[in-house]
């Protein structure tokens, strides 16, 4: 610590700021992000909020410059000093908790990770996701290595243009703008792992970003022993065909785990999120078989052992499947290291063994390679084990072994700086990482001007937001200066403001509120009653009937009756997800149930006070107690989605005249809605600590990653 503290001391402003750039934590510390605006608000918005980016058009006499002008030094030797607390520290947490995984870290998989709208190798929820459980462990002090791939293309930029039609947008990253760094080998070599196929092998070079105190390695083709075709392997977020997602997952699962051995990493535990790493599992049996020279059914029982399964996904097709032709093209030398012929090979990814006709699941690689799997909430809890029963014969569906842990959202990334200080001082002992439900409890004793206040400035930075980004897509599409000065204005503040903003994957119906266009018209335009909705979301490149919806959704709102109250968002990312959950005052979900596993931004937009009115799937199917939020309809479904739909549109609407619109106009003699704010209270207060990622992953080191170490016996939560 003396060590660190005299360092510091001996430090520059700039090389400070330098070292702060380098690991993640920053983005998740308003008081450092401040700092980077501070330097060139401007610059920060242009620059997309990269400090790499901004730190590199100074030179370091220049930026000691400009710290002394703004007299930024002494913030920047506080957040230093506090950064470097928090890397050299373990927590107590992590004494009491997890401290058998200290020298068996616990090794998670992930295809894609969003921790930044900075760092864009992440595409939606089960990335955000996966970066929210990274900073989570990193918080709480698990000890944790990430494992994914480093696309240099990331995932498309969406833009919409005149016809409203969305297009697709590959940008290349600037890795100079990136806080990654070579992994080298015990040699000192730039760390390069191979995977052999049957007719050739695929190289990936590895480097690492610091996320906190967690390691993420990230895997990257581009390097010059590929073919053309591999170098782009790692290119773009789930772009091509089976061809390339095979390899793309033999990269991330067989090669991840070679290169957390090459760095000396010998994890006790493996989380796979999601059944694209389930490849892990062949590699890990293979590497013990090697090392122990056991057999493999040896082997699998042992890794089995280790392994945490999170599955996603309530549909069918929703599961990578792939043919034999492909797996023998892939897998050969794997299979044969493994000792197994191709039809032993294929049955450990069949739910019936002996159908020929059966693809390769990678869920049910997952399934079958791990002790220990779970669903993402407990109603995809129910929907997992009636789906995935077959594979169990012999019991029954209450006796399949998933699990459940209901995801939830990394609080400092998500809640407001404004929120923050506003809980800090009227919640006593609350901090962005305490997951107490009786500390948050006192959220019913917050002073309701108070809170409203706070609520209503985040609402006007989200007005402000939501213009300048409208502007910025008119101004691309060439729209005249009365339509520019139009968007200026669009927005009301005192409106009732809806957010919907998710993938415009068609199960999540982003229609359902206009789908009777008269009814909608009438909800939005009562004078006394003004109603405003805010759209976003990306539909995935090859989904058409997705696209389509955002289309209908811009042409809504070129309907001049319409223009003041629907706005779409163009390029859905964690900024503009941010700016949303933060200020919109109720967020809308209303997914065909139960395809939504869980839904983790209503969890964002509860910490920030907004309320969620949604159906009774995933995540909300549990939170929802009567005071919370809002519940549209009672959750039954009917077989013919055009039914389901037209009920579901009907009780949307009931809910939003009879209850949101009503709770949230109903004023006292100073303008305050009482009861709506009761509401905001009792949600932030019974939901907060339980959707925060601190819980989830607390919950996945009790049920999981201690037993999966053989620390306790413990059994997945139903
Ligand atoms: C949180 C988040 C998601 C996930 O939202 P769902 O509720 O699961 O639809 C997707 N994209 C971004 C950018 C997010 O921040």
């Not at 993640?24 to 242009?46: A, G, T, Y």
């Not at 009790?702 to 053989?710: E, I, M, R, S």
Request: aromatic share 10%; net charge negative.
């Amino acid at each position: 610590m003396v060590e660190n503290s005299e360092r510091a001391a001996a430090m520059t402003s700039y090389d400070k700021c330098v070292e702060l750039t380098n690991n993640l934590l920053w983005s998740w510390r308003p008081q450092v992000v401040e700092i980077f605006k501070l330097l060139n608000p401007r610059r920060w918005r242009d620059l997309g909020h990269n400090p790499i980016a901004l730190l590199a058009e100074y030179t370091p006499e220049e930026f000691e410059q400009r710290v002394l002008e703004l007299a930024l030094q002494a913030r920047i030797d506080v957040a230093f000093r506090n950064y470097q607390k928090y890397i050299s520290e373990r927590t107590e947490w992590a004494k009491q908790n997890a401290g058998v995984l200290g020298s068996r870290p616990v090794a998670y998989f992930s295809l894609e990770f969003g921790l930044h709208e900075s760092v864009p190798i992440y595409s939606g929820g089960l990335g955000v996701l996966a970066g929210d459980h990274v900073k989570s462990a990193s918080g709480l002090g698990v000890p944790l290595y990430a494992v994914g791939l480093f696309y240099d293309k990331g995932y498309f930029k969406q833009y919409i243009n005149a016809e409203g039609e969305q297009e697709e947008i590959y940008q290349n990253t600037d890795v100079r703008n990136l806080p990654l760094k070579p992994c080298r080998d015990k040699d000192g070599n730039v760390l390069m792992v191979k995977v052999q196929l049957r007719d050739e092998a695929i190289y990936a070079k590895v480097r690492s970003m610091q996320v906190g105190r967690v390691t993420l390695l990230l895997l990257d083709t581009d390097v010059e022993q590929n073919s053309e075709n591999d170098r782009k392997l790692t290119s773009t977020l789930y772009g091509g065909d089976e061809r390339t997602r095979i390899r793309q997952e033999l990269v991330c699962g067989v090669g991840g785990l070679r290169a957390l051995h090459a760095i000396g990493v010998r994890p006790g535990v493996f989380h796979l999120n999601e059944g694209h790493n389930s490849f892990v599992v062949l590699e890990a049996i293979r590497e013990q078989m090697e090392s122990c020279g056991v057999s493999f059914k040896v082997a699998m029982q042992d890794v089995a052992q280790k392994t945490v399964f999170t599955t996603h996904t309530p549909v069918p097709a929703g599961h990578d499947r792939f043919s034999p032709e492909l797996i023998e093209e892939h897998l050969k030398p794997m299979r044969q290291e493994l000792g197994l012929s191709l039809t032993e090979l294929m049955a450990l990814g069949r739910v019936d063994v002996n159908r020929d006709s059966e693809k390769f699941c990678m869920t049910v690689l997952g399934l079958k390679g791990s002790r220990y799997a779970n669903a993402v909430s407990a109603l995809h809890g129910v929907v997992t084990r009636r789906m995935w029963r077959d594979l169990w014969p012999n019991k029954t569906e209450e006796e399949v072994p998933i699990g459940h842990i209901t995801n939830g959202v990394h609080v400092p990334t998500w809640m407001a700086w404004e929120m923050k200080v506003l809980f800090e001082r009227n919640m006593p002992g609350w901090t962005d990482t305490n997951i107490d439900r009786a500390v948050w409890a006192q959220a019913y004793n917050i002073d309701a001007g108070e809170l409203w206040e706070t609520h209503f400035a985040l609402k006007n930075l989200l007005i402000d937001f939501a213009r300048r980004h409208y502007r910025v897509q008119l101004e691309r599409n060439g729209a005249d200066q009365e339509a520019l000065d139009r968007a200026s204005r669009i927005l009301d503040p005192n409106a009732l403001t809806i957010g919907f903003a998710r993938r415009f994957a068609t199960y999540k119906r982003a229609y359902l509120v206009v789908q009777d266009e008269e009814r909608f018209d009438k909800l939005v335009n009562n004078p006394d009653r003004p109603v405003q909705f805010i759209f976003a979301g990306k539909a995935h490149p090859h989904d058409n009937p997705g696209k389509d919806v955002i289309k209908r959704i811009a042409s809504i709102q070129r309907e001049p009756r319409f223009a003041d109250r629907v706005l779409f968002l163009e390029d859905y990312d964690i900024n503009v997800a941010r700016h949303l959950v933060q200020g919109v005052d109720v967020w809308l979900n209303n997914p065909r149930r139960p395809l939504e596993a869980s839904g983790t931004s209503g969890q964002k937009a509860v910490l920030n006070g907004a309320l969620n009115c949604s159906i009774l799937d995933g995540w909300w199917n549990e939170a929802y107690d009567g005071t919370n939020g809002f519940a549209i309809g009672d959750g039954s479904v009917h077989v013919d989605d055009a039914v389901t739909d037209e009920r579901d549109n009907a009780a949307l609407l009931d809910v939003l005249e009879n209850q949101v619109v009503k709770t949230f106009f109903d004023r006292n003699e100073h303008g305050l809605p009482i009861k709506w704010i009761r509401m905001m209270r009792s949600s932030i207060a019974t939901l907060g600590w339980r959707f925060s990622a601190d819980r989830m992953v607390a919950d996945y080191v009790q049920h999981a990653y201690l037993p999966a170490a053989g620390a306790v016996s413990a059994k997945m939560p139903r």
